[in-house]
Nanobody
Framework: QVQLAESGGGLVQAGGSLRLSCAAS????????MGWFRQAPGKEREFVAT????????YYADSVKGRSTISRDNAKNTVYLQMNSLTPEDTAVYYC???????????????????WGQGTQVTVSS
């Protein structure tokens, strides 16, 4: 059974930084595309960033592009999201996800991701 466990969320002031981590277990990590999504209160879950199986390709939502970096360490079965210059609009629960099957191409489509973590809260104060 695939398990994804996020950590690293918390309360930060506007302009600050956070590094989220997601540790995966129950799967052979490296063939899967990994992604980060977020959901703010009263809003739908939205795509944040995705990374290819070997870390060679990444894709970001416009809202975080230039401020965030997704990376992965396949030896540690872990994916990261470094977020800088945070604003109150970044406040949300952040979820890590793995695609339902191994794939070489990136995807940001929610339905392509079959395994999800429980989420970690990020709160940015103004």
């Amino acid at each position: 059974q695939v398990q994804l466990a996020e950590s690293g969320g918390g309360l930060v002031q506007a302009g600050g930084s956070l590094r989220l981590s997601c540790a995966a277990s129950g799967l052979t990590f490296n063939p899967y595309v990994m992604g980060w999504f977020r959901q703010a209160p009263g809003k739908e879950r939205e795509f944040v960033a995705t990374i290819s199986w070997n870390g060679g390709s990444t894709y970001y939502a416009d809202s975080v592009k230039g401020r965030s970096t997704i990376s992965r360490d396949n030896a540690k079965n872990t994916v990261y999201l470094q977020m800088n210059s945070l604003t109150p609009e970044d406040t949300a629960v952040y979820y890590c996800a793995a695609t339902s099957r191994p794939r070489f191409s990136l995807t940001k489509t929610v339905t392509d991701f079959g395994s999800w973590g429980q989420g970690t809260q990020v709160t940015v104060s103004s």
